[in-house]
Structure formats: structure tokens, C-alpha cells
């Protein structure tokens, strides 16, 4: 027999995550209810359950879901978390979560809760997620392949090298040529940049349109060729 404590601002819902560890989960029980931050520390104080389900959004705050989360496995490291929650489309909050020590995240879309997920965190599993989540993730990962072949393929097409990339990338987060100069990872003196750069231009555009390109023209051609990912522009030290 397992114990849980649910957390759950909104009272319908709460009703319904009980009857459905009733109906569906009886081999867990529920050992307390919260819809506050508040209320939920003093269950926590008397009796430590197997597993919090723990919504994301308490009172309007969508980020407090996390910070309890963070204390949760700070406090009481054996106590698994398992988050319910309606937040589909705040991808982020689910990142800091997981970062926070939950063992899962459970969209309260399609079959809702069932005894899978409660079985795989009491298990010890990580990274339980329901069917709608996963069909999230499985969708993101297929785009993350496919802009990686792209640019893969890209990058031999146009010879570009790691110091093309480079240039390229920081060109698009704003740097002159002679603070990529400056960098540590970049070789280069800012007269050497300039010879990159036109050997770029003449490399990623036809001669008729080469005339006049700036380097706004040119991180552009860069991004719609996916020779550099515009969603994922970091800066090297």
C-alpha cells in the first residue's frame, strides 16, 4: 500500500483526482489533500506520504508548483513527485520542474491520470509521462533531428567550417567583427573577419545577387539555409 498527498487549488478537480485513486488506484491511498502552499507543509510535517501530486498553477501563480517541488526533494528526498497539471502549452515550467527533482509530468488531457503513471514513480521510474505529453516530446525530438540533418547537410553543401559557424552565429547575436576578434575560441583579426565574411557572401549567394549584401543579408541566408539555428544562438566565452 502506497500513501499520497494531493495538492490542487481548484476544488473540482481536486474531487475528482481523489475519485480516481479511489476507483481506479486503490492500492494507493490518500493520506491528505492541499490547495495552498500554505496547507501543505503542516501534511508534510505529520505523516510523509510515497508520492505528492502536485499541480503546477496554486493560486494563480503558475511557477509555485516548482518551488515546492525544489523543497520537496531538498527536505524530503525519498518523497517522489508526480506533477497533474493543466499547464499544456508553458513548455519552460515543465523544464524547471524536471530540474526540480519531479519524477513526471502528467497533462491533465486525454485519459488524465491512470495507475501507469502512479505505478511507474512509485517504482522509482523517471521521466512518467502521459500519453499527450509524450506526444509532445516525441514531436519536438523529430523537429530537433530534422533541423540538426538540415543543418548537417547544409554545412557540407556551403564547406562551412566550425569558424564559418561561429562567425556566422555571433554575427547573429549582434557582435562586431571586432569583438568576435576578441573572442578566445575565434583566431582571427577583425581585417581576417572581413575576408571570411566576403568568402561567405561569395559562397551562399549567387554572383548576381552578392552585389550589396550586408551582414544582416548574410546571418539571414545563413538562418533560411539552417547553416545556423536562429532558436538556438549562445555566445562562446
Known amino acids: 500500500m502506497y500513501s499520497v498527498i494531493i ?19 486503490p492500492e494507493v491511498e490518500v493520506i491528505g489533500t492541499a490547495m495552498s502552499e500554505e496547507e501543505f507543509w503542516p501534511l508534510m510535517e505529520e505523516r510523509q506520504p510515497d508520492m505528492v501530486l502536485l499541480d503546477l498553477g496554486l493560486g494563480g501563480a503558475t511557477t509555485i508548483g516548482v518551488s515546492i517541488c525544489r523543497a520537496v526533494k531538498l527536505r524530503y ?40 503513471e502512479v505505478q511507474g514513480v512509485m517504482e522509482g521510474k523517471r521521466y512518467v509521462f502521459n500519453q499527450p505529453i509524450l506526444e509532445k516530446i516525441v514531436a519536438r525530438f523529430c523537429q530537433s533531428v530534422e533541423a540538426e540533418v ?13 569558424y564559418d559557424e561561429r562567425f556566422l552565429r555571433h554575427l547573429a547575436l549582434g557582435y562586431t567583427k571586432e569583438m568576435i576578434a576578441s573572442l578566445r575560441t575565434m583566431p582571427f583579426s577583425p581585417k581576417s573577419l572581413e575576408k571570411r565574411q566576403a568568402d561567405l557572401i ?36
Open 202 to 237: 561569395a559562397r551562399l549567394f549567387s554572383e548576381s545577387e552578392q552585389r550589396g549584401v550586408n551582414v544582416t543579408r548574410l546571418v539571414v541566408r545563413a538562418i533560411e539555409l539552417d547553416i545556423i539555428d536562429p532558436n538556438n544562438l549562445e555566445a562562446d566565452d
Open 150 to 162: 538540415k543543418r548537417q547537410r547544409a554545412i557540407i553543401a556551403y564547406d562551412i567550417d566550425e
Open 77 to 116: 528526498p525519498q518523497v517522489r513527485v508526480l506533477i497533474f497539471t493543466g499547464e499544456i502549452l508553458n513548455e519552460k515550467l515543465w523544464v524547471d520542474v524536471l530540474d526540480a527533482g519531479a519524477s513526471g509530468i502528467v497533462l491533465k488531457t486525454g485519459e488524465l491520470l491512470t495507475r501507469t
Open 7 to 25: 495538492v490542487e487549488d481548484v476544488k473540482l478537480e481536486l474531487k475528482g483526482t481523489e475519485e480516481i485513486f479511489r476507483n481506479e488506484i
